[in-house]
């Protein structure tokens, strides 16, 4: 541990992110010890709430010349499949307005040499190493996390479920909740590490995706991945992108992103890390507030990969500045209209089975 | 690689579309090979977005100009940068979109973020007589190369663009080659400035003769496909720079990728963007 953790706070208060039930202190004299930035989340105790996304950050050591590893929460891998990925034909992103649409195709490294040429030079960083575990079927899956489980430094899996860009499996896992709790109930046999699973936008209910993956044994749900998107070249009359659709990620999916969070860590019940759009500060109050335990950086780091440091650094003076001691205080705290407060998910809500089809399925 | 604020010193016009943006960035700059590039931030709104790749077209270096700490270009007097000590950078852009319009829009003062230098620049240089081949605003990868290789044996320059105004900087690449003995061989598709036609036209003439070592180039994809042809045809070895869609420009987002002749995609922002003629699966 560094110099730069956090001070010991007094007495034994809680910190962890489920301790929502106590009622936020008065705000603090003004020698109050630096506030506490630690979240836990389904069994991980990270430095701080600001992780960087999957797919944006390759393997995490590609940028420790850029980027100030040592402030991160943590870092989530490029998607790992068994095997190596070739990954699709150019053109593979393009820009749009306040963001980009990619289609990749999940080009990877694969997990074996993950484990053996980038996992060793990881150890000395502080940030917690989430491998994202990439399958076409559930058998692959289960290959990644057999290869990942021996290692003490992989903190976490992510289990990528929701990628828009591969021609067959993983998305019907994201898409099918009887899928999805099959695939989490198999790998959760196979890892006692903390599961978090990430979860795609584009289906109608996301909670009901979350639910399963609670029900298959989940301990975290990731929210979001990439929107389902199109971008069209009218001079050329061409799409710009090879495969024609591809993820829309960047500022342009924020409101989805928040929407999907507040959604599904009231109506699931697992702790919920927020994606999408994050840029400033700000961003991460708003996602904390809507229901996320930590937030993840992805299509920013493109434009400005020291991002994640000034998150942590505005994160912080934000919190000194309303009188809050730790940052899980804010998790969940929106403040909502007496009227239109949601009524919170029963706890143990049953997972429909099969969807309603023919249209959204009804809030009761 | 750094990421550092660049002031604008300058924006220089050329006929539209082109102009060549004049930054200052801090002294002791990294040193630039030719051909590695900057990501260049465009304002802080969110169109657009993301940054822009461009490559450095000249950069004072102290090394070409005699040692001197002031930023010199090509052996002449530069203006002066207005952070004392900084170095001059210049980036040769074509006004093709939202973000190339601001940069081109920019005034003295204006602030941008600059990320680099990025990627594998073109190789040591080799002995005996080289062709440089521009298509275009391929000539913005090539003006540090030809300053590199005016010290040496002699290159030719080989230049096409659609028109006459397609062909920005045709003087300096003309000076430069002709103070290493060599020349300019310039052509355009509606003939308004050197040979009416394509610059493979000449090129192959002369590479027929058997005239050259190497060939250093950069341009559009389907000019920088037939050079390939051109060369294994005739047995030079070759390399160019290559333009891909980019995301991030450091290897991050794997967009940029480029076809491996070993079967796998390269990354053109790290594996590149000079890739040799037969590493690339045209």
New interface residues.
Partial sequence: MTASDPAPRKGKRSRSAHARSESPSAAPPAHEPAPDLRVKLAGLELANPILTAS????YGL??A??VALEKLGGIVT?GLSPQPL??????????T????L?S?GL?NIGIDRFVSDVLPGLKRYPAKVIVNVFGRTVDEYLRVVARAQPHPEIAALELNVSCPNVERGGIEFGHDAEAMRRLVAAVRQETDKPLIVKLSPNVTSPVELGLAAKDGGADALSCINTVLGMAVDAATRRPLLNTIKGGLS???IKPIALRIVFDVSRGVGLPVIGIGGIETWTDVVEFLLAGASAVQVG?A??????TPEGLVAGLERYLRETGTPHVSDLIGKLELPAARAPRPAPENAPVARSPPRGGPSRVR | ?L?VRARVIAVDEHPLPYFTLRLGVPAGYPAVAPGQFVMV?VGDR??????RAFSVYDIGDGEDAGGSPSARLDGRAAPAVDAPGGVEMRLLGKVIGRGTRLLGASRPGDEV?V?GPLGRGFGARTAGRVAVVAGGVGSAALLLLARRLATGDPFDVFYGGRSRRDLPDADRFEELAEASGGELYATTEDGSAGRRGLVTEPLRERLAGGFYAHLYACGPMGLLARLAALCAEHGVPGEAALE????????????????HVA???ALCCKDGPVFRFDEVAW
């Fill in positions: 797919g944006t950050f390759g590609e940028f010349h850029l490029k070739r990954g699709n034909p150019p053109p593979r992103v393009c820009e307005r306040g963001g980009m990619n990749i080009q960047g500022p342009a299509t780091l493109f434009r400005n990969p020291a | 690689m990421d931030q969110l169109e657009p977005y993301l940054r973020g990320l891909t869609a980019m995301g991030c420009g450091f290897g991050a987002c794997l967009g940029c990728a480029v076809p079967g796998h995609y």
